[in-house]
């Protein structure tokens, strides 16, 4: 054999060598788009999926507080928020349970829509910032000590933007 010829073979070679360690990774890339409204993190990032609330022996559950901006695409429209139902977290490994309370900026967001004025939201017209920052306060509709054990509740925000 020419030295040419082994060379060639000795690159195929390695190349089925290397290609038997290769590995490949899919990640699935998900996106749900609504072009008129979403609410993010002051930041851009998206709300967190679950929390978790302090709680001090004694006391009870502490207000959890996330910064928050709206983002639609008209800055001439109030928003609506309102909660699905009030919002209630359940001992799961034992008794109890504590009823939460939601706020928005200085509103209380309950099961009933509250208007967001857009004069408020966006003072300034413009939407590619989004709107002013809000704070999103989930706290107990009581503080009270509770029963030990692990608590889990949704609140379920629902954000529309005025047809008007």
Known sequence: MNAVMKSVIAA???GVAV??????KDI???????????????DGLPLPASVDMQYTPGVGLAPLTLETKIWSNDAAKDIKASIATTPLLSNTTGTGSASL????GSQAITPVPTTLSSLV????????QGSVTLPLEIMP??????????????VSLILTQDTE
């Open 12 to 14: 195929i070679a390695f």
């Open 19 to 24: 290609n038997a360690f290769a590995v490949e």
């Open 28 to 42: 699935t890339v998900n996106a749900t788009v609504d072009s008129t409204l979403d609410m993010t993190l002051s």
């Open 101 to 104: 309370a939601v706020k928005l």
């Open 121 to 128: 939201l966006f003072p300034t017209g413009e939407v590619d």
């Open 141 to 154: 509709a009581t503080v009270q000590p509770l029963n030990s054990g692990n608590y889990t509740g949704m």
